[in-house]
């Protein structure tokens, strides 16, 4: 049968393997990046799905053909699916969504929250990830406050802060501010992402480290205990590596 869906530009499909981060950390999932993102942040762990130089490993696949490396990843049984990026918002998804649930399959989809779908009603988990300061990348909050509407409730929405140093820190506190019922995560950040092409770059966790303690402090001491403060556990376990 033809797939009519349009079709989704992937720049790679992997799992099982847990999710490393934010409000499903720990959580067995197949990971579908897609390639393509509206922003460049300064600081993109991910760049192998942005970086227009790896546009030759992209591929364009059907939702059927997406689908297809799911199941077959997943050995059939039901888990959570990550769509993630790049910016997963991207592409068209609905289709997917909508055929996994059929099967029993969750969707999680993490953005910056810059582009609107109406499919987001239909993911179980939303993740709004926009990016503080030190990304050097602007937020359009009209933007980020579509997409909760977009969202109408339906699926789980969570807020993600990266956080560096103080100003992406206060960027934070106010993101929590303008989205006061949604529960908040925030990670430090990774100052050694993996360059272009070196996934084998050492992460210098001890760094990392140093930044999750102030933090935790940080949040400690201004009693902002609606916050959680969470490492992004594949680095801790397997650095820049891919696939993981
Ligand atoms: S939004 Fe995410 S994927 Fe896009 S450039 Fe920023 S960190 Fe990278």
């Excluded at 227009?52 to 591929?59: A, L």
């Excluded at 602007?138 to 969202?151: S, Y």
Aim: aromatic content about 10%; hydrophobic content about 40%; proline content about 7%.
């Amino acid at each position: 049968m033809t797939d009519t869906h349009p079709a989704i530009r992937v720049s790679e499909i992997f799992g099982p393997t847990i999710q490393g981060e934010g409000v499903l950390i720990g959580l067995p999932t197949v990971f579908v990046r897609t390639g393509g993102c509206d922003y460049r942040c300064s600081w993109c762990d991910s760049s192998h799905a942005v970086d227009n130089q790896f546009r030759d490993e992209w591929k364009m696949m059907s939702t059927g053909a997406v689908w297809q490396n799911v199941v077959a990843l997943s050995g059939g049984r039901p888990l959570m699916v990550s769509l993630s990026g790049g910016n997963p918002a991207i592409q068209p998804f609905g289709a997917l969504v909508k055929r996994g649930h059929a099967e029993g399959y969750r969707f999680a989809l993490e953005t910056q929250g810059s582009v609107i779908r109406d499919w987001f009603a239909d993911l179980d988990v939303l993740i709004l990830s926009p990016k503080p300061p030190s990304s050097q990348m602007t937020t359009d909050w009209a933007a980020v406050e579509a997409c909760l509407q977009a969202a109408q409730d339906k699926p789980q929405i969570v807020l993600k802060l990266i956080v560096f140093d103080e100003s992406d820190y206060a960027y934070a506190k106010d993101a929590a501010a303008r989205f006061p019922r949604l529960p908040i995560y925030l990670q430090p950040g990774n100052h050694t992402p993996p360059r272009p092409g070196n996934e084998n770059a050492p992460v210098d966790l001890d760094g990392i480290i140093k930044r999750m303690e102030w933090l935790i402090d940080s949040v400690a001491r201004d009693r902002w205990f609606e916050a959680r403060v969470l490492p992004q556990l594949h680095v801790m376990l397997w650095g820049n590596r891919r696939g993981v």
